[in-house]
């Protein structure tokens, strides 16, 4: 399909496990954004990309949370040692450059994590 | 930091009544302004944006003006009809960095 593609869309995992949240952008989307949304809340940003790169990591919550863009497309979210607060939403974003510039991003579905 | 505060939900009306949702928000500097909407089971999508005061953006009916004297963006429609049920976020991009900081979403429930 031609949007935003995130896998998997349900994980369940036990406390202490490590997880990857993969996010498939738009094709020739430069940025790329990830958000955590709980339930009844809005999007909580995490981490954005511009390319390769994490322009701004100001969201993640702590070391236990990492995101890697290797190639300037797919990115993978990474969350080491799970705690039940990590349940939530996970989703990933793409915009054909910074918002700022363009206004609109274009989002996954998400995927929801649980961890038990 | 930035941050949007938005009416709590539910809000439940009845077909062709007319919706306000109310917005407010906290920034330096002069933000871009956003509604985003989630229909169920969807991802989240661009409703409408403004991009400076005295803006209007609007779509599909739906309506907002950017009130930089009110630190507000309202949004508005006219007539709602059952397929408007969704959630609505508010958001601001800050302009300095590439980020949309949201609001805690508006649940809209319209009945026939």
């Known amino acids: 399909g031609a949007g935003v593609s995130q896998t998997p869309s349900n994980k369940v995992t036990e406390k202490g496990k490590y997880v990857e949240l993969r996010c498939d952008p738009i094709?020739?989307?430069?940025?790329l954004y990830w958000y955590r949304q709980s339930l009844g809340q809005g999007p909580e940003f995490l981490i954005y990309?511009?390319?390769?790169?994490?322009?701004?990591d100001s969201g993640l919550p702590n070391d236990r949370f990492f995101a890697v863009r290797p190639e300037g497309s797919v990115s993978t979210l990474k969350i080491q040692r799970t705690e039940r607060g990590d349940s939530a939403v996970y989703l990933c974003?793409?915009?054909?450059?910074?918002?700022?510039?363009?206004?609109?991003?274009?989002f996954g579905e998400g995927s929801r994590l649980t961890v038990l | 930091g930035d941050s949007v505060t938005q009416m709590e939900g539910p809000v439940t009306l009845s077909e062709e009544a007319f919706l306000t949702i109310n917005c407010t928000y906290t920034?330096?500097?002069?933000?871009?302004l956003f509604w985003y909407v989630q229909y169920p089971g969807e991802g989240l999508q661009l409703l409408l944006k403004?991009?400076?005061?005295?803006d209007k953006g609007s779509n599909k009916g739906f309506e907002a003006t950017y009130r930089k004297e009110t630190t507000s963006f309202h949004l508005e429609k006219g007539s709602v009809q059952v397929s408007d049920s969704a959630v609505y976020f508010c958001?601001?991009?800050?302009?300095?960095?590439?980020?949309?900081?949201f609001g805690q979403g508006t649940e809209l429930s319209v009945k026939p």
């Open positions: 974003a793409s915009s054909l450059t910074i918002v700022q510039n363009t206004g609109e991003l274009f």
């Open positions: 958001a601001l991009s800050d302009n300095q960095g590439g980020k949309l900081i």
């Open positions: 403004a991009t400076k005061a005295d």
């Open positions: 920034a330096t500097g002069y933000p871009s």
């Open positions: 990309f511009q390319g390769t790169g994490a322009a701004d």
């Open positions: 094709s020739g989307h430069t940025a």
